[in-house]
């Protein structure tokens, strides 16, 4: 990269015609695609060089960096929500009120004709007599006291193994949920990457013509660099030739 001699402008490693001017500043005799500094603004175009090297180097390495972050985008959620939802008490308890109804009428129904089996095979049936009376309704109510302790026991059972469920399994989608939502936010980290590598690229094209295409490495950009500041060359075209 050098400077037009007539107007100062930054000329092209790749173009020795000035866009400003339209001066022809490359040597004549030389036929080689050689630029050279003007003799009175070396020392200036040089430190102007390596300053656009030094960014071109910047960008390069930040793209390598980049590339081992940045991961395919679809392996992200596109949205936040994860499917997973919380659930009600009564989404696990309800079977077990169910149960306790059931079971409680069929331990009645079936008191109930044991009772009367009972009072059959006794003979109290057919008795008129208000101390058979008493004993059937008697049997007929330990029945139906009977059928409530088991619904109650099959309900106070169903209360605590439906909070234990229900706790556990909005414990899990609660974490599902944050999962899903990290995994979301990691994409939106992911995608700002890919834009700041594209928008590196972009920026990386000001300054690719300033070294040969072989050389668009960090490793190439920083000894180019090295060179420049060591004195070792005085254009980026000498330290090309020595590398």
Same mark, same amino acid.
Request: net charge positive; hydrophobic share 40%.
């Given at each position: 990269?050098?400077?037009?001699?007539?107007?100062?402008?930054?000329?092209?490693?790749? *173009?020795?015609?000035?866009?400003?001017?339209?001066?022809?500043?490359?040597?004549?005799?030389?036929?080689? *695609?050689?630029?050279?500094?003007? !003799?009175?603004?070396?020392?200036? &175009?040089?430190?102007?060089?390596?300053?656009?090297?030094?960014?071109?180097?910047? +960008?390069?390495?930040?793209?390598?960096?980049?590339?081992?972050?940045?991961?395919?985008?679809?392996?992200?959620? !596109?949205?936040?929500?994860?499917?997973?939802?919380?659930?009600?008490?009564?989404?696990?308890?309800?079977?077990?009120?169910?149960?306790?109804?059931?079971?409680?009428?069929?331990?009645?129904?079936?008191?109930?004709?044991?009772?009367?089996?009972?009072?059959? !095979?006794?003979?109290?049936?057919?008795?008129? !007599?208000?101390?058979?009376?008493?004993?059937?309704?008697?049997?007929?109510?330990?029945?139906?006291?009977?059928?409530?302790?088991? &619904?109650?026991?099959?309900?106070?059972?169903?209360?605590?193994?439906?909070?234990?469920?229900?706790?556990?399994?909005?414990?899990?989608?609660?974490?599902?949920?944050?999962?899903?939502?990290?995994?979301?936010?990691?994409?939106?980290?992911?995608?700002?990457? +890919?834009?700041?590598?594209?928008? *590196?690229?972009?920026?990386?094209?000001?300054?690719?013509?300033?070294?040969?295409?072989?050389?668009?490495?960090?490793?190439?950009?920083?000894?180019?660099?090295?060179?420049?500041?060591?004195?070792?060359?005085?254009?980026?075209?000498?330290?090309?030739?020595?590398?």
């Amino acid at each position: 990269m050098a400077f037009c001699k007539k107007c100062g402008a930054l000329l092209s490693f790749a *173009n020795g015609v000035c866009s400003r001017c339209g001066t022809q500043s490359m040597s004549g005799n030389s036929g080689k *695609n050689k630029l050279e500094f003007a !003799s009175n603004n070396s020392g200036f &175009a040089k430190s102007v060089v390596i300053d656009q090297l030094e960014k071109y180097l910047q +960008l390069l390495v930040d793209n390598e960096e980049l590339k081992t972050m940045i991961k395919p985008q679809n392996n992200f959620p !596109s949205t936040p929500d994860s499917g997973y939802k919380k659930r009600s008490f009564m989404k696990f308890f309800w079977p077990f009120l169910v149960g306790g109804i059931v079971g409680g009428y069929v331990v009645y129904i079936g008191a109930t004709f044991l009772t009367a089996f009972n009072a059959a !095979s006794s003979g109290r049936i057919n008795s008129n !007599s208000s101390a058979a009376q008493v004993s059937i309704m008697g049997d007929s109510i330990a029945g139906f006291i009977v059928a409530l302790i088991v &619904a109650a026991a099959i309900i106070f059972l169903g209360i605590k193994i439906a909070k234990r469920k229900q706790a556990d399994f909005n414990s899990n989608a609660d974490f599902m949920i944050e999962q899903a939502k990290e995994r979301y936010n990691q994409g939106l980290q992911n995608q700002r990457m +890919l834009d700041l590598f594209q928008e *590196n690229i972009g920026e990386m094209r000001k300054y690719e013509s300033l070294v040969p295409e072989n050389l668009r490495n960090p490793s190439g950009v920083g000894a180019i660099i090295d060179l420049l500041k060591e004195d070792k060359a005085q254009t980026v075209e000498e330290a090309c030739s020595m590398l």
